[in-house]
């Protein structure tokens, strides 16, 4: 897990880029399914990293922390229909 | 609240030791309420463009995805100045944590600023909340989060005030984590919203 900031928003912004880019190359399935995963992994980044929620034991840790994954997998299995 | 970082580096977010949220439990019961309703309008944007397959594509030709990703990047850059503005804060430099929640509202208006002309284009062209369901719906989600990140503005020049007046101190940080928190939840939902509104086809 990174916890510095500038890395994460580096790394935030490089999985942007790299979405965007890709999405301009290609319209396949598995084009979407990368992009979502890159949504799941900065979602994670975001909840883990700048809201501070690493190492808490809560259940709100891991709502946040799921919250992306979870709705990119619902996302992924509505789109691809 | 975490325990003050003060023996970590000036960029490095600190594991949590206790149970204790960062800022306001009632900010983190506001957060889930938004991400839900959010969460259900990704779901029913995503079922509806499943219907309506070639309408969405038509629409999602219309818009701009250059400005879509224009305004990602403001917004998450606009986020690591607000994280490293708390720590900042946490490490008894306040003047520099100021510094660097403006930062965040000047990236925070480049997306407005994008976002405002993205509007006009579209209005121009003659699409609106009354057009086709794509546009709806784009609107919709975009207006709501566009509000979001304006208030959260308001929430950063206040607290960036106040930290230039050291209202916050590393002993008094809950409401600066919690705004802080307010503005990670408006970054969170555009990560979702940027790629299925403007990305994947």
């Known amino acids: 897990m990174i ?6 928003s ?40 700048f809201m501070e929620l690493r190492g808490h034991k809560r259940m709100l840790r891991y709502a946040m922390a799921l919250y992306c994954p979870l709705l990119s997998l619902l996302i992924w299995l509505i789109v691809k229909q | 609240m975490n325990s003050p970082s003060l023996d970590a580096t000036a960029t490095e977010i600190p594991l949590a030791s206790g149970k204790l949220l ?24 995503s079922g509806m463009r499943t219907y309506e397959r070639e309408l969405f594509l038509a629409g999602q030709a219309v818009i701009h995805p250059l400005a879509g990703l224009i305004n990602t990047v403001a917004l998450l850059a606009a986020s690591g100045f607000v994280a490293q503005g708390v720590l ?21 208006s480049v997306y407005v600023i994008v976002k405002l002309w993205e509007y006009w ?21 975009t207006g709501f989060h566009f509000m979001h990140v304006v208030m959260g503005m308001i929430f950063l020049a206040v607290m960036a005030r106040k930290l230039l007046r050291k209202a916050y101190g590393p002993n008094n940080q809950a409401g600066l984590e919690s705004g802080a928190c307010y503005w990670h939840m408006i970054d969170l939902i555009w990560v979702v919203l940027f790629p299925i509104v403007y990305v994947i086809r």
């Not at chain 1, 912004?13 to 396949?28: N, R, V």
Request: hydrophobic share 60%; charged share 10%; proline share 3%.
């Open chain 1, 3 to 8: 916890t510095s900031v500038p890395l994460i």
């Open chain 1, 10 to 49: 580096v790394s935030l912004i490089l999985m942007t880029i790299g979405s965007y880019a890709l999405a301009e190359q290609s319209t396949a399935p598995w084009a979407s399914a990368v992009i979502l995963l890159f949504v799941a992994i900065k979602g994670y980044l975001i909840a883990d990293g």
């Open chain 2, 22 to 45: 960062p800022g306001d439990f009632a900010v983190w019961m506001l957060i889930l309420i938004e991400i839900s309703t959010f969460g259900l309008m990704f779901i029913a944007f």
């Open chain 2, 88 to 108: 900042d804060n946490r490490n008894n430099k306040q003047q520099r944590a100021a510094i660097m929640l403006f930062a965040g509202m000047a990236m925070a």
């Open chain 2, 121 to 141: 284009q579209l209005g121009s062209a003659g699409y609106g909340l009354n057009g086709d369901h794509f546009f709806m719906a784009y609107f919709l989600l």
